[in-house]
């Protein structure tokens, strides 16, 4: 059974950091490009970085371009988000995922797999 399972999210005050993991279990994501996304209460589903499989390349979110940063562990099947500077407008639920195959995308719907997200409440 495949699994991503996200950690790390909590309360913390605005301009404080936080570094988000999400392991992978059930198969072998070394091949895949993987996403984090967040969505907000009443707002859809948005997306804020993605590496692909060699974590050579990335991608970001204007909002958090400059703040978070992530990366990739394949020996272990993990992906972090680090997010520094953290505002009350990054108030979410954020969500791990990967998709089949190594490019990253920024829609959500190239998406494959998806984990059940991890509570990021920053208090200004």
């Known amino acids: 059974q495949v699994q991503l399972i996200e950690s790390g999210g909590g309360l913390v005050q605005a301009g404080d950091s936080l570094r988000l993991s999400c392991a992978a279990s059930?198969?072998?994501?070394?091949?895949?490009?993987m996403g984090w996304f967040r969505q907000a209460p009443g707002k859809d589903r948005e997306f804020v970085a993605a590496i692909n499989w060699s974590g050579r390349s990335t991608e970001y979110a204007d909002s958090v371009k400059g703040r978070f940063t992530i990366s990739r562990d394949n020996g272990k099947n993990t992906v972090y988000l680090q997010m520094n500077s953290l505002k009350p407008e990054d108030k979410a639920v954020y969500y791990c995922?990967?998709?089949?195959?190594?490019?990253?995308?920024?829609?959500?719907?190239?998406?494959?797999?998806w984990g059940q997200g991890t509570q990021v409440t920053v208090s200004s």
């Open positions: 059930g198969r072998t994501f070394s091949n895949d490009a």
């Open positions: 995922a990967a998709r089949s195959g190594g490019s990253l995308h920024v829609t959500s719907r190239q998406y494959d797999y």
